[in-house]
């Protein structure tokens, strides 16, 4: 019995070598590596090759570069016609993070937890500007505000894209909605708080991480927002987007890539604190901030 116990151990037993080559990896692990490692480059490369174009010293660009220099970021300080756009882009994102939140929560809660005729009709359309191709949706919606006599300008851009990024919010919120703890507001119903009590002091904190995610998701797309933008605004509200399209045409220069640096650190930074609120809420395994 003993020997026999003995023999079975041996034979379980893996020497280092064999466990080596047990976690070596195959090759279809190599290929999935090497694939992962393109994608990335194939994302990422351009994006470091607008950085370092933005410390060109000349105005014709050049590869690689003869030195390196701030000159351009001096110049985007100085170009007041970018300083406006940017303050529009960044007044109009902000303004329409708020609505979007405002708007977006109620309709979130609507929708998850509601069940009433045309529910589907309702969902549909909120959801049907991440679907529609904008320039379909910046058409549509310059001719309707304009049948109705609207004036262009701040009235299109906070009304267009609020409708573009509304279901950002509705997605986000409505999220997390779908596994709320609802003994917690029956809690606070049954002690004597109404309905409009519980939401604000128990639903509302619960739920304002995904609130405040969808703001960001808000606010980098409308920073972002080109094709539609450029049908809604006028020359005294043009966006970042729409002056840096203007500025190549007209001519390229080092200034460009130094505003889509700022551009892109902006739109990181927004992405970080979305990923922070994610994480935080893991790894509490909790809702609330």
């Known amino acids: 019995m003993g020997h026999e116990s003995k023999v079975s151990v041996r034979a379980h037993r893996t020497t280092p070598a064999q466990g ?12 999935l590596r090497l694939a992962t490692i393109f994608v990335y480059a194939f994302l990422y490369l351009p994006i470091a090759i607008v950085v370092i174009m933005s410390f060109h010293p000349q105005v014709y660009l050049t590869f690689p570069l003869p030195g390196y220099s701030l000159r351009w970021y ?3 300080l100085q170009d007041e016609l970018m300083i406006r756009a940017t303050l529009n882009s960044l007044w109009l994102g902000g303004l329409t993070a708020l609505l979007s ?8 809660l609507g929708l ?3 069940d009433f005729p045309g ?9 049907a500007p991440m679907i529609i191709p904008q320039i379909i949706t910046g058409i549509s919606l310059l001719i309707l505000l304009n049948s109705i006599h609207i004036p262009r300008g701040y009235p299109y851009l906070i009304i267009g894209h609020v409708l573009l990024t509304l279901p950002y919010v509705v997605v986000t919120v409505s999220s997390q909605l779908y596994g709320f703890p609802r003994e917690l507001e ?12 519980t939401f604000f002091e128990v639903t509302l904190p619960l739920i304002a991480p995904s609130i405040f995610a969808g703001m960001l998701f808000a606010f980098t797309v409308s920073f972002q927002e080109f094709v539609a933008t450029q049908m809604w605004a006028t020359p005294s509200t043009y966006t970042l987007p729409i002056r840096i399209f203007a500025r190549i045409r007209d001519a390229l220069t080092p200034e460009v890539n130094v505003v889509g640096v700022l551009t892109i650190a902006v739109s990181f930074v927004a992405v970080a604190i979305v990923q922070i609120l994610s994480r935080r809420g893991k790894r509490g395994k909790r809702y609330g901030i």
């Open 74 to 76: 001096e110049e985007l």
């Open 186 to 197: 029956e809690a606070a119903l049954s002690m004597g708080a109404n309905e409009l009590e």
């Open 119 to 127: 529910k589907r009709l309702l969902n549909t359309f909120v959801f």
């Open 101 to 108: 939140a405002v708007i977006g929560t109620p309709c979130a």
């Open 112 to 114: 998850v937890r509601l």
């Open 20 to 31: 080596r080559r047990r976690l070596s990896p195959s090759a279809s692990e190599w290929f």
